[in-house]
């Protein structure tokens, strides 16, 4: 039986190890956190890997395990995690497969930026609250907004480690929002009006991040799109045509997932 590597930190990760459960092949799959474990269903044939791997310890678990195929379906601004699979994947002669998240066209109106400090700079700028919705991993890097603690409020996943990284950065807990998604778009209203922000920044994550909701309801809301642009990005598939090269490759039941 074949065996399969699959990080599946996203939403289409997750529904690729959905459609190979019970397939004839063997899955890993690897998740930075037992949160990001609680999210996948069991199968027979799928091991999961709830921690955060190091390369080295990615090429040990490459040439331990002997795979066909790595598939890295992490988030497109995963960009270290995405070179060090790469690397591991190179240096263990591992094929390596990069499943690509399609992007979202970027409303007319919003504030497009390439990185973190670009943003803090335009919002240092600016006058009026802020609601970030780009998790807590990089939360440092906005305590530079003027007036940070004051200004600023953090849309987090309610797990210790976010509001460790919240109360590390400064903000009081009045300013943190620790809620599971998905995000709908009169949920996002309801945010900016209840912070009474002017801005709402986000990445480019396309529609399985809620791109399109938080569009739509910073325009309802009277409030600035601050949209941080993506790293550069491997080549790779869309996940419906990994599914269809998994199946050519190993005979796997074809199944449409788009």
Do not use: W
């Not at 310890?57 to 002997?66: H, I, K, N, T, V």
């Not at 919240?166 to 209203?189: D, T, V, W, Y």
């Not at 269809?244 to 796997?252: K, P, T």
């Amino acid at each position: 039986m074949d065996k399969l590597c699959i990080f599946a930190g996203t939403t289409e990760g997750r529904q690729l190890v959905e459609f190979l459960s019970g397939q004839p092949v063997a899955v890993t799959a690897c998740v930075a956190t037992e949160y990001g474990e609680t999210l996948l269903s069991t199968a027979e044939n799928l091991t999961i890997s709830a921690r955060r791997l190091a390369e080295e310890e990615m090429e040990d678990l490459f040439r331990a395990q002997g795979f066909a195929l790595v598939v890295d379906a992490t988030h497109p601004y995963a960009a270290a995690v995405t070179e060090n699979i790469a690397a591991a994947c190179a240096k263990t002669s591992t094929p390596y497969l990069r499943l690509l998240r399609a992007g979202t066209e970027v409303p007319d109106g919003a504030v497009y930026v390439p990185d973190i400090p670009h943003a803090v700079a335009y919002l240092n700028e600016m006058a009026g609250n802020i609601l970030l919705t780009t998790g807590s991993k990089e939360l440092s890097l906005y305590t530079c907004i003027r007036d940070f603690s004051n200004r600023v409020y953090a849309r987090v996943l309610p797990m210790e480690s976010s509001l460790v990284a919240c109360r590390a950065a400064g903000l009081p807990p009045s300013h943190i929002i620790a809620m599971q998604g998905p995000f709908s778009k009169e949920l996002n209203i309801a945010l900016l009006r209840f912070t009474q922000a002017r801005y709402l920044v986000t990445k480019e994550d396309g529609t399985p991040g809620g791109f399109a909701d938080k569009a739509a309801a910073a325009a309802e809301a009277g409030a600035t799109l601050v949209v941080i642009g993506r790293p550069p990005q491997r080549e790779g598939l869309s996940l419906s045509d990994t599914t269809a090269l998994l199946c050519r490759r190993f005979g796997l039941r074809e199944s449409v997932i788009e």
